[in-house]
């Protein structure tokens, strides 16, 4: 079992239960979601890779991490397969562009945002499921239940690699601000349902 006491201390609030009632009722569209969100985590751990070069232990970290986001993603449309859910385009929940959209845009501060919003995708994703789990089928309990020790591992190396980044600095201040971000948009009303959206007014 993955001790998420970490996770729970960071992030400001829980995922509301009218989300966890909205999860469950709308399962196929949270799978399809999902398997976004997987592809756009992959992704952003390559562009990471292709922009900072000169940092080793951020091009092995980010490695794994796409890696293994890729590897979930798979795992979510071999369920949606099994399942008969076919895969539509939808649009993304504004949750990660808003949450972006305080980021810097100079350097070294545009990678230290960068980091520290992924970490808190990572926490707030593991937060989900792990809350979402004992209330799904089987199957999906155990599939969610499998992600939550290496989702928790990558909030862990953002969050290390946003520190390293800063280079002795602080980066309590920045922390504070996305994570006020974070408890705004999931608690806050969403027009659609999503991963990552709030409840569904």
């Not at 000169?54 to 949606?80: T, W």
């Not at 399942?83 to 230290?112: C, M």
């Not at 020790?149 to 190396?157: F, I, L, N, P, V």
């Not at 806050?188 to 007014?201: I, T, W």
């Amino acid at each position: 079992m993955t001790d998420l006491t970490e996770i729970h201390n960071f992030l400001l609030c829980e995922t509301p239960d009218a989300w966890i009632d909205q999860a469950l009722e709308h399962q196929d569209l949270m799978l399809i979601d999902h398997a976004n969100c997987e592809k756009k985590a992959a992704g952003t751990a390559m562009n990471l890779m292709y922009r900072y070069v000169s940092d080793f232990e951020l091009l092995n970290k980010m490695s794994r991490l796409a890696r293994e986001e890729l590897r979930h993603f798979e795992q979510v449309i071999a369920i949606m397969e099994a399942r008969g859910i076919e895969y539509p385009q939808i649009q993304a929940s504004r949750y990660a562009a808003e949450l972006r959209k305080p980021i810097r845009t100079h350097e070294p501060e545009r990678l230290i945002d960068t980091l520290i919003v992924g970490a808190i995708i990572e926490a707030r994703s593991c937060e989900r499921f792990n809350k979402l789990a004992p209330k799904l089928d089987e199957e999906l309990k155990k599939f969610y239940l499998s992600l939550l020790k290496s989702e928790a591992r990558h909030y862990q190396d953002y969050l290390g690699l946003a520190k390293k980044a800063a280079a002795g600095e602080s980066i309590d201040d920045r922390v504070a601000l996305f994570l006020e971000l974070d408890k705004e948009l999931v608690q806050s009303k969403d027009s659609e349902f999503r991963f990552h959206s709030g409840p569904v007014r």
